[in-house]
């Protein structure tokens, strides 16, 4: 039994974290694979929307803290260890990002620590009523310190000290309230709502969305004058594409477009 499936219908790719006796944890054998699929993703034309999603009761609880516990039996008491894994970690949630394809988090359970940050590093996420979503390594005596990158960047800061300092958990409904998620949709409808937005998402221009997906992350920290100018640059450059052009005498003569992508 693979440790993450991957299921492709159409041009939609869903991923399934599929290790459920330990929460879909992100053990080093779950980063791998993840890094694996996406690095292949990156390559893949065929595949417009990625559906990430979590096999038995939970989404994702983060880190695996038994295996955590055995690093630390190296000679240097696991830094080395800690310092790769959580580099691993980084480097497995920026490819999501830099991914063409948008990625959409389908959740359900809990999604804690880790795995809070990777449904803050998606770009959607839809989840059932009654998921709860936490940064609780407080409780335990370790800061989440890299889950609060992502969380830091998908809500206010209040808001983001206050989960990582308490260790409390958040309902659906809150995290969407708070930008977390995009909507929590009732359980039984879960898939089915994921499902048709990432069909949605698969029916636009391929070339348009992963310009506008690199442009969207790329202008996030720049100041207003700088993230204008460049994305007035990138929208010049989308205007050259054939089937932005094709798609714009398709608007106004009102028929459907002949798009090649």
């Known amino acids: 039994m693979a440790i993450l499936e991957r299921s492709d219908t159409g041009a939609i790719t869903r991923l399934t974290m599929n290790s459920p ?41 983060g880190h695996d803290l038994k295996q955590m516990t055995q690093g ?14 959580f580099d691993r970690c980084a480097r497995m949630m920026m490819s999501i990002q830099s991914l063409p394809q948008p ?17 803050a590093t998606c770009d959607l996420a839809i989840a059932a009523e ?3 979503f936490g940064v609780n390594g407080v409780n335990i005596g370790l800061f989440c310190s890299t889950p609060m990158v992502a969380l830091s960047r998908n809500i ?14 958040i309902t659906a409904e809150r995290a969407a309230e708070l930008g977390l998620i995009n909507r929590a949709v009732p359980k039984e409808q879960l898939e089915e709502e994921t499902n048709a937005l990432a069909e949605k998402l698969a029916t636009k221009l391929s070339s348009a969305v992963k310009i506008g997906k690199g442009a969207f992350y790329q202008q996030l920290p720049m100041p ?20 932005t052009e094709e798609g714009i005498s398709a608007f106004i003569e009102k028929r459907p477009p002949d798009w090649r992508q």
Do not use: P, W
């Open 21 to 61: 006796e330990r929460l879909n944890a992100l053990s080093d054998e779950m980063l791998a694979a993840l890094q694996a699929e996406f690095d292949a993703l990156r390559e893949d034309s065929s595949i417009r929307a990625v559906i990430l999603s979590g096999s038995g009761k939970a989404f994702c609880a």
């Open 72 to 85: 630390r039996q190296a000679s240097d008491g696991g830094l080395s260890y800690f310092q790769d894994l």
């Open 103 to 119: 990625v959409i988090a389908q959740t359900h359970g809990i999604a804690t620590a880790a795995g809070c940050q990777l449904v």
């Open 130 to 132: 009654g998921t709860r």
């Open 156 to 169: 206010s800061r209040k808001q983001a000290f206050e989960m990582l300092t308490t260790g409390d958990f």
């Open 224 to 243: 207003v004058d700088q993230a204008y100018a460049y994305t007035a640059e990138v929208m010049a450059q989308n205007m050259m594409d054939r089937d």
